[in-house]
């Protein structure tokens, strides 16, 4: 990837070098909605920075359910994966494309020397580890105190800023695998939700009010 090219989708990056360093080592890859970039288990080789689209990162049980932690947009990298390979464990977590996405894929050796030499890319890897840090906390405090319905309307609202949009093109099965519930209780919340006109339910889609988040918050 050409340097300019970079500097549009990590303008927060100034140092010329390690742009330069980041366009000479980093591999450009296009990952496919629903295709899966990383899995619990697998030793981690590289550090992935989204250029376009979005990544789900999801935590998963030993029965495979799956528990949504955050999403990843253009300019981010994953704090999880950044643990991983540092520590030179495998995967904790599953990372999979929420729409077509393309990646820049950091070698691992270059993700280690560059913390030590580029301030930028070492202030990158903190500022990462925070972000991420503040959206598991909100994620496990979600889980440990709220109800499911407000899990359900915080869960919408972040759905909606990440499309950028009113409608949630999804199942009813597929929120419910995110929250870790069962599809009838997420049926139950959605259709009481209906109700009161705040959403619309069609077929594997969602339309949302304008002001959902501000009905939520009263």
């Avoid at 340097?3 to 303008?11: E, I, S, T």
């Avoid at 069962?182 to 705040?198: D, P």
Wanted: charge should be neutral.
């Amino acid at each position: 990837m050409e340097k300019d090219d970079l500097k549009q989708h990590v303008p927060f990056i100034t140092d010329s070098r390690l742009l330069e360093a980041m366009s000479r080592e980093g591999k450009v890859i296009e990952i496919d909605k629903g295709q899966s970039i990383m899995e619990p288990g697998q030793f981690i080789k590289m550090v992935p920075v989204i250029l376009d689209g979005s990544i789900k990162v999801l935590r998963m049980d030993e029965e495979g359910r799956e528990l949504f932690l955050y999403y990843l947009e253009p300019g981010q990298t994953c704090a999880l994966s950044l643990t991983c390979c540092s520590a030179s464990k495998p995967s904790e977590i599953k990372a999979v494309a929420e729409e077509k996405t393309r990646i820049l894929a950091i070698p691992v050796l270059k993700h280690e020397q560059w913390t030590d030499e580029f301030k930028q890319w070492k202030d990158y890897v903190s500022t990462t580890y925070q972000s991420r840090f503040q959206e598991m906390l909100a994620t496990l405090d979600a889980v440990a105190f709220k109800r499911m319905d407000e899990r359900l309307m915080r869960y919408i609202v972040t759905k909606m800023k990440q499309a950028k949009a009113n409608e949630l093109h999804t199942t009813h099965q597929e929120i419910a695998t995110e929250l870790g519930t069962s599809r009838e209780v997420v049926s139950r919340l959605l259709k009481q939700l209906e109700k009161k006109r705040w959403i619309e339910l069609g077929r594997n889609v969602i339309y949302i009010r304008d002001d959902f988040e501000e009905l939520i918050s009263k």
